[in-house]
């Protein structure tokens, strides 16, 4: 059974940072690509930032481009998302993801076929 | 950038059916795929390419699409069906793309 669980979210003050980290298990992690979605409170789905399977390729939203990093240690089975310089319209609830394929950061199979139950954080003085 | 248009808002009353329609331009021309969310829990991937269904999805669910629209089509409507739905693309200029979301409401 495919699990994620996210971890490290909190409460920050604007400027701040915070590393988000999701322990997987269940599938065979160095062969999926993986990605973070976040969703505001009350508010849509938002994607944030992917990752290859290998780590060689990452992909950003425009919204976190230069202030978030994606990175995976896949000998830890572990996804993470560092966070700076964080503002107050990064509040919401971040979800940890897995995709289908290896490469499926990009293309047709850029989908998300299991879910964490996400972290909340917090951005705010 | 690529923009994924949702009602805000289906209504259907049980045993019917709801039909939750995605706009984009040529989104016939891409993989949808549509999750479901229900309050206070993560979402769940119920369609992908456009009309594959995820494990465990009921075959009441099913999804279609073509030309600029893309639909998710819930047949006979149970309670237990209320919940928010997104689709998703990907485009080559936008990357990953989410829908405003729709909420499903049984009557």
């Known amino acids: 059974e495919v699990q994620l669980l996210e971890s490290g979210g909190g409460l920050v003050q604007p400027g701040g940072s915070l590393r988000l980290s999701c322990a997987a298990s269940?599938?065979?992690?160095?062969?999926?690509?993986m990605t973070w979605v976040r969703q505001a409170p009350g508010k849509g789905l938002e994607w944030v930032s992917a990752?290859?399977?290998?780590?060689?390729?990452?992909y950003y939203a425009d919204s976190v481009k230069g202030r978030f990093t994606i990175s995976r240690d896949n000998s830890k089975n572990t996804l993470y998302l560092q966070m700076n310089s964080l503002r107050a319209e990064d509040t919401a609830v971040y979800y940890c993801?897995?995709?289908?394929?290896?490469?499926?950061?990009?293309?047709?199979?850029?989908?998300?076929?299991?879910w964490g139950q996400g972290t909340l954080v917090t951005v705010s003085s | 950038s690529y923009v994924l248009t949702q009602p805000p808002s289906v209504s259907v009353a049980p045993g019917k059916t709801a039909s939750i329609t995605c706009g984009g331009n040529n989104i016939g021309g891409k993989s949808v795929h549509w999750y479901q969310q229900k309050p206070g829990q993560a979402p769940v991937l119920v369609i992908y390419y456009d009309s594959d269904r995820h494990s465990r999805i009921p075959e009441r669910f099913s999804g279609s699409n073509s030309g600029n629209t893309a639909t998710l089509t819930i047949s006979r409507v149970e309670a237990g069906d209320e919940a928010d739905y997104y689709c998703q693309v990907w485009d080559s200029s936008s990357d990953w793309v989410f829908g405003g979301g729709t909420k499903l409401t049984v009557l």
């Open positions: 990752v290859s399977g290998s780590g060689g390729s990452t």
């Open positions: 269940g599938f065979t992690f160095s062969t999926y690509a």
């Open positions: 993801a897995k995709t289908p394929d290896e490469v499926a950061v990009a293309g047709t199979a850029a989908f998300i076929d299991y």
